[in-house]
T-cell receptor, first 114, second 112 residues
C-alpha cells in the first residue's frame, strides 16, 4: 500500500525566508510524486511532479523538490517566500505500474508573515 | 479550453434530499475522479472512472453514485443527503494513468 505523510499541518514563515514543506511517502515500488497548491476558494493546481530521471524537480513560482529514495522523501522548498505563496499545499504519491489512483497527504497550510 | 467545470458552486440541502453535482471536462481526458475535502483530512477519493462506461469505488463511496456515459461528463449523485456529507467536492481529470490531474473549482455542499 502507498501512503503519504506531510509533517506539520501549518508552517509559518516570514516574507523572504526559506520555505520548507515536508513530505514522506511509503511505497514498495518507485513512485510518481506530486506537489499541488490550493489557493483560497480554488481547486488544486500542479506545482511540480517527479516521475523518473532527475531527482531535483523545478516547478512553477520558484518552487522545487528533491526526490530522495533513501529517505523516502519529497520535500518542497522555495528560497524566498512571498506573500502570494500563502496557500494549502498537498503532496501526492502514486506507484508506477499500479493503480492510477494517487494518494494525497492531509495538506500543509503555509502562512507568510510580512 | 474551459478545463474542468463544476456546478453548482454552492448548495444547501436538507437531510434526506437528493441531488447531482455536475462535472465536465473539455480536454478529452479518459480518467476522471471525485474527491471530498474536509478540514485536516486532505482529499479523499469517492469514485473514479477510467473511461466512458467504466467506474469504480474509491476510499469513501458510501452514499454516492456515479455514472460515465460520455468522456466529457462525470456526475456525482447524493442519494439521500446526510450532515456527514457536508464538505467541499472536487472533480479532477487526467489524460493518462498517473498523469497530472486537473481539478475543477469545487462545490461547497452543506447538509442541514
Amino acid at each position: 500500500a502507498q501512503s503519504v505523510t506531510q509533517l506539520g499541518s501549518h508552517v509559518s514563515v516570514s516574507e523572504g525566508a526559506l520555505v520548507l514543506l515536508r513530505c514522506n511517502y511509503s511505497s514498495s515500488v518507485p513512485p510518481y510524486l506530486f506537489w499541488y497548491v490550493q489557493y483560497p476558494n480554488q481547486g488544486l493546481q500542479l506545482l511540480l511532479k517527479y516521475t523518473t530521471g532527475a531527482t531535483l524537480v523545478k516547478g512553477i513560482n520558484g518552487f522545487e523538490a528533491e526526490f530522495k529514495k533513501s529517505e523516502t522523501s519529497f520535500h518542497l522548498t522555495k528560497p524566498s517566500a512571498h506573500m502570494s505563496d500563502a496557500a494549502e499545499y498537498f503532496c501526492a504519491v502514486r506507484i508506477s505500474g499500479g493503480s492510477y489512483i494517487p494518494t494525497f497527504g492531509r495538506g500543509t497550510s503555509l502562512i507568510v508573515h510580512p | 479550453n474551459a478545463g474542468v467545470t463544476q456546478t453548482p458552486k454552492f448548495q444547501v440541502l436538507k437531510t434526506g434530499q437528493s441531488m447531482t453535482l455536475q462535472c465536465a471536462q473539455d480536454m478529452n481526458h479518459e480518467y476522471m475522479s471525485w474527491y471530498r475535502q474536509d478540514p485536516g483530512m486532505g482529499l479523499r477519493l469517492i469514485h473514479y472512472s477510467v473511461g466512458a462506461g467504466i467506474t469504480d469505488q474509491g476510499e469513501v463511496p458510501n452514499g454516492y453514485n456515479v455514472s460515465r456515459s460520455t468522456t466529457e461528463d462525470f456526475p456525482l449523485r447524493l442519494l439521500s443527503a446526510a450532515p456527514s456529507q457536508t464538505s467541499v467536492y472536487f472533480c479532477a481529470s487526467s489524460y493518462t494513468r498517473g498523469d497530472t490531474q486537473y481539478f475543477g473549482p469545487g462545490t461547497r455542499l452543506t447538509v442541514l
